[in-house]
C-alpha cells in the first residue's frame, strides 16, 4: 500500500521567515496531494492541494511543490506569523481503480513552531 | 467550520464496553470516512462508504464496525474496548466518485474518546 513519509519532524522558525515541509509518496498511482493544518485538540483543516496534473500550486503565503517522477511534493510557508503554529500534514490519494480508492495516507505530521 | 458534524464531542467508558461514534456528512456528499488519530500512531484511515456501501478499509479492528445509513449519516462501533482505543476519532466527507474520486475531504471537529 501507499506510504508517505514527512520530515521534518518539528520546525522552529522566527517570525518573518520561510517554512518548508517536505513529503515523499511510494504509489506511482497517488494523483492527489492535500495539505492539512491542525491545531491542537481540532480537527485538520486543507489548506492547500495540489493534483498529479500540475507541478506547482500557490495560495497567497503558501504553495506546494510536486515532483511525480522523484515522487516527492513540499508545502512552503512564506513570512511566517505565530498563527501560522500548528501540527502540519501532508497526504497522498490514490486515483481512480483499486481497492485504495478514496482513502488518504497521511504523513507523520510535522509541529511548526513560529516564535514572535 | 467545514459542515461535517460529529457526535458526542467527548466519550468517557470502561474497558470492555462498547460505544457508538456519529457523522453526519456536509449537505450533498456522498462519500464519508472514519480516522483515528491517536498519539503514537497519527491520522489512521479506517472506513470509507459512499452512498450506503463500504468503499474502501484501512487498518480497522475487527471490533470496530460502521455503517452509512439511508440518509448518508454513519455510524462507528466500537466494541470491547480497550485501552489503546483512546484516541481522537475524526469523520470526513467528500462529493464522491462522480468527480473522479479525487475529492476534497473536508473533517469533522472529532469525538474524544477515552477508555478508563
Known amino acids: 500500500g501507499e506510504n508517505v513519509e514527512q520530515h521534518p519532524s518539528t520546525l522552529s522558525v522566527q517570525e518573518g521567515d520561510s517554512a518548508v515541509i517536505k513529503c515523499t509518496y511510494s504509489d506511482s498511482a497517488s494523483n492527489y496531494f492535500p495539505w492539512y493544518k491542525q491545531e491542537l485538540g481540532k480537527r485538520p483543516q486543507l489548506i492547500i492541494d495540489i493534483r498529479s496534473n500540475v507541478g506547482e500550486k500557490k495560495d497567497q503565503r503558501i504553495a506546494v511543490t510536486l515532483n511525480k517522477t522523484a515522487k516527492h511534493f513540499s508545502l512552503h510557508i512564506t513570512e511566517t506569523q505565530p498563527e501560522d503554529s500548528a501540527v502540519y500534514f501532508c497526504?497522498?490519494?490514490?486515483?481512480?481503480?483499486?481497492?485504495?480508492?478514496?482513502?488518504?495516507?497521511f504523513g507523520q505530521g510535522t509541529i511548526l513552531t513560529v516564535h514572535p | 467550520d467545514s459542515g461535517v458534524t460529529q457526535t458526542p464531542k467527548h466519550l468517557i467508558t470502561a474497558t470492555g464496553q462498547r460505544v457508538t461514534l456519529r457523522c453526519s456528512p456536509r449537505s450533498g456528499d456522498l462519500s464519508v470516512y472514519w480516522y483515528q488519530q491517536s498519539l503514537d500512531q497519527g491520522l489512521q484511515f479506517l472506513i470509507q462508504y459512499y452512498n450506503g456501501e463500504e468503499r474502501a478499509k484501512g487498518n480497522i479492528l475487527e471490533r470496530f464496525s460502521a455503517q452509512q445509513f439511508p440518509d448518508l449519516h454513519s455510524e462507528l462501533n466500537l466494541s470491547s474496548l480497550e485501552l489503546g482505543d483512546s484516541a481522537l476519532y475524526f469523520c470526513a466527507s467528500s462529493g464522491g466518485w462522480t468527480s473522479g474520486g479525487r475529492d476534497t475531504q473536508y473533517f469533522g471537529p472529532g469525538t474524544r474518546l477515552t477508555v478508563l
Open positions: 497526504a497522498a490519494l490514490r486515483g481512480a481503480g483499486g481497492t485504495s480508492y478514496g482513502k488518504l495516507t
